[in-house]
């Protein structure tokens, strides 16, 4: 489902709000980094169902050893709860035609990941820092009053949520919600889908790829 439309002064904060998410749902080399991308994530959204799931995650962080709980749901070395890659839910498999194609976006738009990264590129940080930066680029151009490129750049990050990240998002949270419901992350991936408009499918009796 598309999310509704954004007033325009809104479109920048909403870029923000994502980029502070893909900091934070990034692999955590300082567990102080992750609350400081909450807390200003707590300043952007001064109200409202998404301050309370804000509220949460910084609750449970607090609670909790963030590399370990990371490790755990995404990474392993046992096998994880959720891996954060696209390519799992919709191909199966890790690096699978779901990665080439996010590649393929990136070179588009004229971008890499760094080298520095070491996971699959489709990871739900990237996905979402790529998103993130689309719409800042719209709120670049409603500021220096293009309107056209504002809009088409709106419209190609909705494109992309339809293509990829409304594809696999809902199995991602099913999977953390069925195993670690008060985990910090996943209070972080209610409030992606939250932010994107996406909402839950009902769970298959079959589970999830």
């Known amino acids: ?22 900091v934070a749902l990034r692999p955590p080399r300082d567990p102080a980094a992750l609350e400081a991308s909450l807390q200003g994530l707590r300043d952007l959204l001064v109200e ?9 995650a910084l609750r449970l962080t607090r609670d909790s050893r963030v590399d370990r709980e990371y490790h755990r749901l995404f990474l392993g070395p ?10 799992v839910y919709r191909d199966g498999v890790a690096f699978g035609p779901s990665t080439a ?24 940080a990237v996905e979402l820092e790529y ?12 500021a220096a009053a293009d309107p056209e490129e504002s809009v088409a ?3 190609h990050a909705q494109a992309f949520v339809d293509r990829h990240l409304a ?18 992350y996943t209070a972080l991936v209610r409030l992606v889908l939250k932010v994107l408009g996406i909402r839950m499918a009902p769970r298959s009796p079959q589970g999830d790829a």
């Open 78 to 87: 046992m096998r994880p709860v959720a891996p954060p890659f696209e390519s």
């Open 131 to 142: 998103l993130a930066h689309i719409l800042l680029r719209a709120e670049e151009a409603r």
């Open 101 to 124: 194609d996010f590649l393929d976006e990136l070179r588009r738009e004229g971008l890499e990941t760094v080298d520095t990264f070491l996971l699959p590129p489709d990871h739900v």
């Open 1 to 22: 489902m598309s999310p509704p439309p954004q007033p325009e002064a809104r479109i920048g904060d909403r870029g923000e709000v994502l980029a502070l998410l893909s």
């Open 153 to 155: 750049r709106l419209d």
């Open 48 to 56: 409202g169902e998404m301050r309370v799931s804000i509220d949460e």
């Open 167 to 184: 594809h696999w998002l809902p199995r991602f949270l099913g999977r953390l919600e069925a195993a670690a419901p008060e985990s910090p």
